[in-house]
C-alpha cells in the first residue's frame, strides 16, 4: 500500500482544548543506536543497518499492541513531491525529505505517530495532536518510546541521558511544541513584544514549518530549546501553562478588536471569505494570510458555517507539492496560482453544501 497524500492528519481534525487559537501540539523525542556513528559520520551500510533495525521493531507484537500498526516508507521509494507532501504536512522535517536514500519515514495510520529513521538522529519519534493536547502527546510518546526501547539499544549515559547529535538535544531528548494562531495579537501590535519575552524563559519561537521559516497566516511555533536540566513532565507542564497564556492574550486581543474596530473587522472576515470561494488565482502567501482571517471569523463567530477542520485542511492543501501531486503533474508558479484558487473554491463550496 502506498502513501496516501490525502490522508487528513490527525493534527487537522481541529478539535480540542482551546482550539480556537491552539492548531496543534507535538512532543519530538530524539534517539541513537548504541554503537552506531550519528547520521552524519555514519556510511551507507550502518544507514542501511538503522533503517532494518528499526523495520523489524515496528513489527514487534508488543509495539502493535500498544501503538498500532506501523509503516515504513523507504524515502528512495517516495518521489520528491511525496517527500515534500509530508513536509508540509509537518510529518517530516525539510532536511528528512532532502536526505536521499539513507532516510525512511514511519507512520501509524491516522498519522498522529511520525517516525524519522536517520535525520539528525537516528530516530526521531514524533507525535502531533490537534489542540493544547501536549500531555496526551507526550503519554503516547512515552508508549512509542518504551516499545522501541525494549527492542532497539539506545545510546544513553548515565550522567548525561539520550546521547544525540546535537548537543541541545542531549539529557531527555525531548522537544515539545505548540502551533497558535494568533492575529489578532499581531492586529493590535502586540506580538512583537509577547512573543520576544519567550526567549527571555528559554523558548524559541518559529514560523509555520520551524526553523528558518516565516510566520506566515499569523500562525507560530513555541517550544523548548534545552533538554537538559529539567524533566520532561516540568517542561511540558511550563509550555503548556506559556500556550495556554498567550491564548488568553489573544483572546483578549480580539475581545479589544472587537470593542475598538467591529466594522472593520467584520468586513476584513467578509472581504477574506469572499475572496477565498470566488477568486481565479491565488499565490500561497495571500491565501495563508486569506486562511487567518477567515479563521479569525469563524473563531469570532462572525462565520459560524465553517469549522476548524476545513480551515486546516486547506493550510496543507494549498502548498505545492501537494498541488503538484494531487494535478498529477509539475507546474509552473502561475499556473499553481490557478490550480490553488481552483482547490479552495471547491473546497469551499463542497463544506457549504
Given at each position: 500500500?502506498?502513501?496516501n ?9 481541529g ?6 487559537i ?9 534517539r ?11 556510511n551507507?551500510?550502518e544507514?542501511?543497518t ?63 505517530v ?16 490537534p489542540?493544547?493536547?501536549?500531555h ?10 518504551d ?28 522537544r ?6 494568533m492575529?489578532?495579537?499581531?492586529l ?17 519561537v ?16 513555541i ?12 517542561r511540558?507542564?511550563?509550555?503548556s501553562?506559556?500556550t ?11 475581545l ?29 502567501q ?36 501537494f ?13 499553481r ?17
Open positions: 500500500m502506498g502513501l497524500v490525502k490522508q487528513v492528519s490527525k493534527w487537522m481534525e478539535s480540542g482544548p482551546q482550539a480556537d491552539v492548531i496543534s501540539s507535538r512532543i519530538r523525542l530524539a541513537n543506536l548504541k554503537g552506531i556513528p550519528f547520521p552524519n559520520r555514519m551507507e551500510a544507514a542501511k538503522v533503517v532494518h533495525q528499526v523495520a523489524a521493531t515496528i513489527q514487534a507484537a508488543p509495539l502493535i499492541q500498544a501503538v498500532g500498526q506501523l509503516k515504513l516508507y523507504p524515502l528512495g521509494e517516495l518521489s520528491p513531491l511525496e517527500r515534500q507532501i509530508l513536509v508540509e504536512k509537518h510529518l517530516i522535517s525539510p532536511d528528512l525529505a532532502g536526505a536521499g536514500e539513507a532516510g525512511a519515514v514511519v507512520l501509524r495510520e491516522d498519522e498522529a511520525s517516525i524519522m529513521v536517520n535525520e539528525e538522529d537516528h530516530i526521531r519519534l514524533q507525535c502531533l495532536l489542540a493544547l493536547m501536549l496526551e502527546a507526550w503519554r503516547l510518546a512515552n508508549v512509542v518510546d516499545a522501541l526501547e525494549n527492542e532497539i539499544d539506545y545510546a544513553f549515559d548515565q550522567t548525561r541521558g539520550y546521547l544525540t547529535a546535537c548537543p541541545t538535544n542531549v539529557g531527555t531528548g525531548l515539545a511544541s505548540t502551533m497558535l494562531h492575529p489578532a495579537l499581531v493590535t501590535k502586540q506580538a512583537g513584544h509577547v512573543l520576544s519575552a519567550l526567549t527571555k524563559v528559554g523558548l524559541a518559529r514560523g509555520l514549518y520551524g526553523e528558518g521559516t516565516e510566520a506566515r497566516g499569523n500562525i507560530f511555533q517550544s523548548n530549546q534545552i533538554t537538559m536540566g529539567r524533566s520532561e513532565e516540568e511540558i507542564n511550563n509550555l501553562a506559556i495556554s497564556r498567550l491564548a488568553d492574550q489573544e483572546r483578549e486581543a480580539r479589544l478588536l472587537r470593542k475598538q474596530s467591529r466594522w472593520q473587522l467584520e468586513d476584513r472576515v467578509g472581504r477574506a471569505y469572499g475572496t477565498l470561494a470566488n477568486a481565479r488565482i491565488l499565490n500561497s495571500e491565501a495563508l494570510q486569506l486562511i487567518s482571517d477567515v479563521r479569525l471569523g469563524v473563531d469570532m463567530k462572525i462565520l459560524p458555517d465553517l469549522d476548524q477542520r476545513l480551515l486546516n485542511k486547506l493550510m496543507v492543501f494549498i502548498q505545492p507539492a498541488l503538484q501531486y494531487t494535478a498529477g503533474k509539475e507546474m509552473s508558479p502561475f499556473e496560482d490557478v490550480h490553488r484558487a481552483a482547490v479552495v473554491r471547491e473546497l469551499i463550496a463542497g463544506h457549504a453544501k
